[in-house]
């Protein structure tokens, strides 16, 4: 009686071990470690390249439909996401300015990773931005363009470097990062073969943008920029309008392209003014709150397909 007694109590004691062996908690026992960025372009490449990692949240700082922040200030919400950030992903080379002194004292100890940082062949803006007119907005010499993620090229590079960063902080998931962010990359990159390929075959490569946030898209494609029309929402003056007018006619100016994130009005008045043809362009500084991972490949397909048609192909 007693043995099988000890028979049952030990087949029961066997079955609750092999329960708290086997059996999944409702939570992860780690800490969920929370990455912030800044732009929706950083946020989306951020995505690609920690997905699949459960032990991470990556969050967007600023609205999604915001694009460039180069005259933001930060709002109260602002302040209560970087107060319970681990990490700070950022664009850099001065996108960021509204962040400011503010971030330490939200919070003094999130850990910054600048996903521009130790990129070669920045394109520095040019001080005269209205073909051969002086910038409304000055620039000055040697100031870098941010617009990096505008460029497929560009971002297999910010890709790289967000991949670097987070390896450094959690050393348990880097070959997750490692693995994703070659992978985004050789997407990246056969995205910018297409582009490359697409500059030597069209009829006419010389385009006017809004500002300089095709300075590297273009470079991609092989696209001249004969002018810019403005910089970051400032229009013009008469003097400058008469002159890009000029230009546009004297270089025979195949295209003129606006963004959806300002409004194209200018660029419709120049293409009436000198019957060149007016497009869309997307840079995916902007997108849906809920974007596919696959938003920025889709965007830049899309772009392939504007500019071909309206420059032609050979």
């Given at each position: 009686m007693m043995k099988k007694l000890l028979k049952i109590?030990?087949?029961?004691?066997?079955?609750?071990?092999?329960?708290?062996?086997?059996?999944?908690?409702?939570?992860?026992?780690?800490?969920?470690?929370?990455?912030?960025?800044?732009?929706?372009?950083?946020?989306?490449?951020?995505?690609n390249v920690t997905q699949g990692n459960t032990a991470l949240e990556v969050e967007l700082?600023?609205?999604?439909?915001?694009?460039?922040?180069?005259?933001?200030?930060?709002?109260?919400?602002?302040?209560?996401?970087?107060?319970r950030a681990d990490v700070l992903l950022i664009n850099g080379l001065g996108l960021e300015e509204f962040l400011g002194a503010p971030i330490k004292?939200?919070?003094?100890?999130?850990?910054?990773?600048?996903?521009?940082?130790?990129?070669e062949d920045i394109i520095q803006y040019k001080e005269q931005c209205h073909s051969g007119d002086k910038c409304q907005h000055d620039h000055g010499h040697g100031v870098p363009n941010p617009h990096l993620f505008a460029?497929?090229?560009?971002?297999?590079?910010?890709?790289?470097?967000?991949?670097?960063?987070?390896?450094?902080?959690?050393?348990?998931?880097?070959?997750?990062?490692?693995?994703?962010?070659?992978?985004?990359?050789?997407?990246?990159?056969?995205?910018?073969?297409?582009?490359?390929?697409?500059?030597?075959?069209?009829?006419?490569n010389r385009i006017v943008q809004p500002h300089g946030v095709f300075d590297y898209l273009a470079r991609d494609i092989g696209l001249e920029i004969a002018a810019t029309m403005q910089s970051h929402g400032g229009e013009p003056s008469a003097?400058?309008?008469?002159?890009?007018?000029r230009?546009?006619?004297?270089?025979?100016?195949?295209?003129?392209?606006s963004e959806p994130q300002y409004p194209g009005k200018l660029g419709e008045?120049?293409?009436?003014?000198?019957?060149?043809?007016?497009?869309?362009?997307?840079?995916?500084a902007t997108g849906p709150e809920k974007a596919s991972l696959d938003y920025y490949e889709k965007v830049m397909l899309k772009n392939i397909e504007t500019i071909e048609a309206t420059l032609g192909s050979k």
């Amino acid at each position: 009686m007693m043995k099988k007694l000890l028979k049952i109590i030990l087949s029961a004691f066997l079955g609750i071990l092999s329960f708290a062996i086997f059996a999944t908690p409702n939570e992860p026992s780690a800490k969920v470690r929370t990455v912030l960025c800044t732009t929706f372009p950083i946020f989306q490449i951020t995505r690609n390249v920690t997905q699949g990692n459960t032990a991470l949240e990556v969050e967007l700082m600023l609205p999604s439909q915001l694009g460039c922040p180069h005259d933001y200030a930060l709002s109260p919400q602002d302040m209560q996401k970087l107060a319970r950030a681990d990490v700070l992903l950022i664009n850099g080379l001065g996108l960021e300015e509204f962040l400011g002194a503010p971030i330490k004292n939200a919070n003094p100890k999130l850990i910054i990773i600048d996903s521009s940082a130790g990129i070669e062949d920045i394109i520095q803006y040019k001080e005269q931005c209205h073909s051969g007119d002086k910038c409304q907005h000055d620039h000055g010499h040697g100031v870098p363009n941010p617009h990096l993620f505008a460029s497929p090229r560009m971002s297999a590079r910010l890709a790289s470097n967000i991949a670097e960063g987070l390896s450094k902080l959690d050393p348990d998931s880097v070959t997750l990062y490692t693995k994703n962010a070659g992978e985004y990359s050789k997407t990246m990159n056969l995205l910018a073969d297409k582009m490359s390929a697409l500059g030597k075959r069209l009829k006419n490569n010389r385009i006017v943008q809004p500002h300089g946030v095709f300075d590297y898209l273009a470079r991609d494609i092989g696209l001249e920029i004969a002018a810019t029309m403005q910089s970051h929402g400032g229009e013009p003056s008469a003097s400058e309008m008469i002159q890009m007018i000029r230009a546009i006619k004297e270089k025979k100016v195949g295209a003129i392209f606006s963004e959806p994130q300002y409004p194209g009005k200018l660029g419709e008045t120049l293409s009436k003014e000198c019957s060149v043809p007016t497009a869309v362009l997307d840079p995916c500084a902007t997108g849906p709150e809920k974007a596919s991972l696959d938003y920025y490949e889709k965007v830049m397909l899309k772009n392939i397909e504007t500019i071909e048609a309206t420059l032609g192909s050979k």
